[in-house]
Each structure stands twice: as structure tokens, then as C-alpha cells.
């Protein structure tokens, strides 16, 4: 009983804390047991937030564990490395409680904030969230800078550098290593999955990172002063062969019609490909965005994300291989790993059922979205081990082939699906298209140096 008082008792100080409002260390009730309690109270708050923030259909993520594990390792080493600075090794328990007992109310305060976020419409949820963290962690180090200040009654300066050391060692992680929440979302049922292929699933998420470095290390980066184009496919299910073998196609095209080659990669999921190339997944994808941009001058050159899979009425792609667990990818996934790399120039090309969903939530003035069908309706061509779907076969052989052009192969793409889909009796999969304003512009300029090329080429070539 007495231990459960002091718990409240260091929580009631610590909110004060964290308030800025008065309060003395020795309110603080500083034992073992305490630190067990608080270390308790925190786990337990990302434990529910985790749950709730993905229920009502979730399931229970052991490596999130390990993933808390770090984040608290680097907290105990922060403040015991300070501690030993501060020739106060002695206290570190003390230390330690007061940290520990400002969490309660600071993540509440930041649950709260998140909460208004979601209901505000002036920007988007990836600026909200980034807006947040700002938030957060501006609080959140202004009271440590308060309590380190007290503790060992530093001056302003030295207060400021340890401020510092303790946000390097508990901010890194969030932002070098992937994030493992300690429950994850079942994922949205698009199809029935088959039995898992005869593969060594622990050797094929070990080798994730040698097979994405492996891809970039042969890309080139891009022309200062001219603009280059990027491309990225991604393969979403792995069930069927059409998805790998149109993603292949589409690296294809780019690399010969659009001077993509050296400057493209892909991601896929499917057996065959398992153990040379990077899985199609939220976490490859957003890490292999990331890395292109690095090799872009973000200025001036332009990203082609081609996405090949299922979709579902809800809006989700396919990130589907049996006995891997993937997450199905949304507008915000897409949008978050393109905006956190600081991609400027996009286009996005969605080859899936209700597809269209996908428009308004990625379009911007710099985004060309095309898709092969709108938020209502099927697309066709899946099902096999062909070589394309009808959307990827209309606008990726018959277009962009043909055309080199990005809105002319769809008005090419548009009436050869509408012709097949009504002689085979279905309904219209209705195929869409969205320019932003400055990426029309943008990519008639791009378009108009590949025509010069084009014929400058046919030139020589006549010549000789």
C-alpha cells in the first residue's frame, strides 16, 4: 500500500514538473521499487495507446518488445551517462525517478494532441503528425532541461548541452531504426491467402537491408542542372506471377523510353525473387524512397512510383506474401514515405481495383496520379501469369511505348480497356487521371527533351 502511495505521489510531482509549475525533489519518492512501478506505468501507456490506436482488429507484436527494450536502454544509458559527468553516479536512482515520473502526463498530453490533429482539416495528416512530434518534443525537452537544471544545479550552458546528449540518445532510434509498435492491425482481407511458400522466412527479412543497399549502390545520381527521371515498382502480391512480370515490364519501358536505366529499382514479392530482390513492403518501400532521394537533385528531377496489385473496396494495396505478416499499403503510407524524403516531383501510377480511391488523398500541384480504375470499381487482367494486366498492357505497351508521353498514353490506355472491357462484357473499370498544375508543366518540358532525343537519335541512326 505504502509503495502504491509513493507511485502516486511521484506521479503527482512529476505532472507538476511537468507543468512547470513548483515543486521540490524531495517530493519525489526515489527506491527500486519505484522504478520498477514507473518503469511499469510507461510500457503500460504505449502498451494501450498501441492497442487502441490499431483496434478493434489487431494482434499482439513480440519484436515490439525488443524495439521498447532499446528505446529504454538508451534512456538508462542517457541518464547515467550524465550522472557520471556530473560525479553523481550515486543518484542515478533519483534521477531516474523524476524522468520516469513526468511520462504519465506528458504522453497524455501528446495523445491529446494527436486526437485534435485528426479533427482538424487545414493540413494533411502527415504535416499534423510531424506538427505533434515538433510539439512534443519541444515540451518534452524544455523539462528536461528543467529537472537536469535542478538536479545537479547546472548553469543555462551546460544545461543545454545535456539537454542535447540526452536527446541524441533518445531521439535517434525513432528516426534510424524502423518502428515496431507492440501491436500491428490485422491486415484488410483482399484475398484468400494460399500456403506459404518453402523459403527461409528468418534468412529473407535478415537479408531486407544488403538487398536494398545492394539496389542503390548500382543507381547513379542525377545531372546537376537537368532533369533526370527516377523510377520505382513495386510488386504487391505475390500470389500471382502478372504483378512481378508487369512491374518488370514497366522498369523495362522506363529504363529504355524515359533514360530511366541506372536510375531504377523494384521491389516485389514473389518466390522467385525472394532471395535477390527487396521485398514489396511498406518499410522497403518508404527506406528505398529515401535512399533515391538522396541520388536526386529534389529540385529538378522527377520519381516514377509504379504500384501493381490487388486493391480493395476500402482503399488498401496488396502487400501480400503467405507467412510474412505484410501490412496492405493506403494513400497515407505513400504519402508519408514521399513526403519524409522530400520527393517534389511525383508520379504515381496505381495499377489495382478501386484504385481511384487513391487520387484526391496523393494529389497535389507537383503529382501526376493515374489509376486503372476509380474508387468504385474493378480493374481486370489479374488472375494469371501473363505477362500484364489490361491497364498495365494498355498503358504501359500500348501508351508510353508508343507515346513516350504520360497523359497521351493514358487517353491511348483509356479507350483500348473501355473497347476490351465492353467485347468481354464488363463493366467499365473507368480509369483516372489527375495533374497537378506545376507537374504539367514539368513533365511537358521532360516529355518535349525525350521527343528532340528521340529524333536526334532516329537522326544519326538514318546518317550512318
Same mark, same amino acid.
Given at each position: 500500500?505504502?509503495?502504491?502511495?509513493?507511485?502516486?505521489?511521484?506521479?503527482?510531482?512529476?505532472?507538476?514538473?511537468?507543468?512547470?509549475?513548483?515543486?521540490?525533489?524531495?517530493?519525489?519518492?526515489?527506491?527500486?521499487?519505484?522504478?520498477?512501478?514507473?518503469?511499469?506505468?510507461?510500457?503500460?501507456?504505449?502498451?494501450?495507446?498501441?492497442?487502441?490506436?490499431?483496434?478493434?482488429?489487431?494482434?499482439?507484436?513480440?519484436?515490439?518488445?525488443?524495439?521498447?527494450?532499446?528505446?529504454?536502454?538508451?534512456?538508462?544509458?542517457?541518464?547515467?551517462?550524465?550522472?557520471?559527468?556530473?560525479?553523481?553516479?550515486?543518484?542515478? &536512482?533519483? +534521477?531516474?525517478?523524476? %524522468?520516469?515520473?513526468?511520462?504519465?502526463?506528458?504522453? @497524455?498530453?501528446? !495523445? *491529446?494532441?494527436? $486526437? /485534435?490533429?485528426?479533427?482538424?482539416?487545414?493540413?494533411?495528416?502527415?504535416?499534423?503528425?510531424?506538427?505533434?512530434?515538433?510539439?512534443?518534443?519541444?515540451?518534452?525537452?524544455?523539462?528536461? &532541461?528543467? +529537472?537536469?537544471?535542478? %538536479?545537479?544545479?547546472?548553469?543555462?550552458?551546460?544545461? @543545454?548541452?545535456? !539537454? *542535447?546528449?540526452? $536527446? /541524441?540518445?533518445?531521439?535517434?532510434?525513432?528516426?534510424?531504426?524502423?518502428?515496431?509498435?507492440?501491436?500491428?492491425?490485422?491486415?484488410?482481407?483482399?484475398?484468400?491467402?494460399?500456403?506459404?511458400?518453402?523459403?527461409?522466412?528468418?534468412?529473407?527479412?535478415?537479408?531486407?537491408?544488403?538487398? @536494398?543497399?545492394?539496389?542503390?549502390?548500382?543507381?547513379?545520381?542525377?545531372?546537376?542542372?537537368?532533369?533526370?527521371?527516377?523510377?520505382?515498382?513495386?510488386?504487391?502480391?505475390?500470389?500471382?506471377?502478372?504483378?512481378?512480370?508487369?512491374?518488370?515490364?514497366?522498369?523495362?519501358?522506363?529504363?529504355?523510353?524515359?533514360?530511366?536505366?541506372?536510375?531504377?529499382?523494384?521491389?516485389?514479392?514473389?518466390?522467385?525473387?525472394?532471395?535477390?530482390?527487396?521485398?514489396?513492403?511498406?518499410?522497403?518501400?518508404?527506406?528505398?524512397?529515401?535512399?533515391?532521394?538522396?541520388?536526386?537533385?529534389?529540385?529538378?528531377?522527377?520519381?516514377?512510383?509504379?504500384?501493381?496489385?490487388?486493391?480493395?473496396?476500402?482503399?488498401?494495396?496488396?502487400?501480400?506474401?503467405?507467412?510474412?505478416n505484410l501490412n496492405n499499403l493506403n494513400a497515407e503510407t505513400i504519402n508519408s514515405a514521399l513526403n519524409g524524403a522530400g520527393i517534389k516531383w511525383r508520379v504515381i501510377i496505381i495499377s489495382a481495383c478501386y484504385s481511384g480511391g487513391f487520387i484526391r488523398p496523393l494529389a497535389d500541384p507537383y503529382t501526376l496520379v493515374i489509376t486503372a480504375a476509380n474508387a468504385k470499381q474493378n480493374s481486370f487482367g489479374c488472375g494469371h501469369d501473363g505477362q500484364y494486366t489490361y491497364f498495365g498492357e494498355a498503358y504501359l505497351e500500348?501508351?508510353?511505348?508508343?507515346?513516350?508521353?504520360?497523359?497521351?498514353?493514358?487517353?491511348?490506355?483509356?479507350?483500348?480497356?473501355?473497347?476490351?472491357?465492353?467485347?468481354?462484357?464488363?463493366?467499365?473499370?473507368?480509369?483516372?487521371?489527375?495533374?497537378?498544375?506545376?507537374?504539367?508543366?514539368?513533365?511537358?518540358?521532360?516529355?518535349?527533351?525525350?521527343?528532340?532525343?528521340?529524333?536526334?537519335?532516329?537522326?544519326?541512326?538514318?546518317?550512318?
Open positions: 500500500m505504502r509503495s502504491l502511495l509513493e507511485l502516486f505521489a511521484n506521479i503527482i510531482a512529476g505532472t507538476r514538473a511537468a507543468l512547470f509549475m513548483p515543486v521540490h525533489l524531495w517530493l519525489f519518492k526515489s527506491n527500486y521499487i519505484q522504478i520498477c512501478f514507473l518503469f511499469i506505468v510507461s510500457l503500460s501507456l504505449s502498451f494501450v495507446y498501441d492497442y487502441f490506436d490499431t483496434a478493434p482488429d489487431n494482434y499482439f507484436n513480440p519484436y515490439g518488445l525488443s524495439y521498447q527494450a532499446l528505446l529504454y536502454l538508451s534512456f538508462f544509458f542517457s541518464l547515467s551517462l550524465i550522472a557520471a559527468i556530473n560525479k553523481r553516479a550515486n543518484d542515478l &536512482g533519483k +534521477l531516474i525517478v523524476l %524522468f520516469l515520473s513526468v511520462v504519465p502526463v506528458i504522453w @497524455l498530453g501528446s !495523445v *491529446c494532441l494527436l $486526437a /485534435l490533429s485528426k479533427q482538424q482539416i487545414y493540413i494533411d495528416s502527415y504535416q499534423a503528425n510531424w506538427t505533434v512530434f515538433i510539439l512534443y518534443s519541444f515540451w518534452y525537452l524544455l523539462v528536461v &532541461g528543467r +529537472l537536469l537544471k535542478r %538536479f545537479f544545479y547546472l548553469q543555462y550552458l551546460p544545461t @543545454l548541452t545535456y !539537454v *542535447c546528449v540526452y $536527446a /541524441l540518445f533518445n531521439f535517434s532510434p525513432l528516426f534510424l531504426l524502423p518502428t515496431e509498435p507492440l501491436w500491428y492491425p490485422q491486415q484488410t482481407t483482399i484475398k484468400n491467402v494460399s500456403a506459404a511458400p518453402n523459403i527461409n522466412i528468418e534468412s529473407v527479412y535478415y537479408s531486407q537491408n544488403t538487398l @536494398l543497399e545492394r539496389s542503390v549502390d548500382n543507381l547513379i545520381e542525377g545531372k546537376t542542372g537537368v532533369a533526370d527521371l527516377f523510377f520505382i515498382g513495386f510488386a504487391g502480391d505475390a500470389d500471382e506471377d502478372v504483378f512481378m512480370n508487369e512491374t518488370r515490364s514497366a522498369q523495362s519501358i522506363f529504363d529504355d523510353y524515359f533514360n530511366a536505366f541506372g536510375r531504377s529499382l523494384v521491389l516485389i514479392n514473389n518466390e522467385d525473387t525472394v532471395t535477390n530482390v527487396p521485398l514489396a513492403n511498406g518499410h522497403n518501400l518508404k527506406s528505398s524512397i529515401k535512399k533515391i532521394a538522396n541520388l536526386m537533385n529534389i529540385d529538378e528531377d522527377i520519381l516514377v512510383l509504379f504500384l501493381t496489385s490487388h486493391g480493395s473496396e476500402d482503399h488498401f494495396l496488396s502487400a501480400n506474401f503467405p507467412s510474412f500500348n501508351g508510353l511505348k508508343q507515346t513516350r508521353s504520360f497523359v497521351r498514353a493514358f487517353d491511348v490506355a483509356r479507350t483500348i480497356i473501355a473497347e476490351r472491357e465492353t467485347s468481354e462484357g464488363f463493366e467499365s473499370s473507368e480509369p483516372q487521371i489527375m495533374m497537378g498544375s506545376e507537374i504539367e508543366k514539368k513533365l511537358m518540358e521532360y516529355e518535349k527533351k525525350l521527343e528532340t532525343k528521340a529524333t536526334n537519335n532516329w537522326a544519326v541512326t538514318a546518317s550512318d
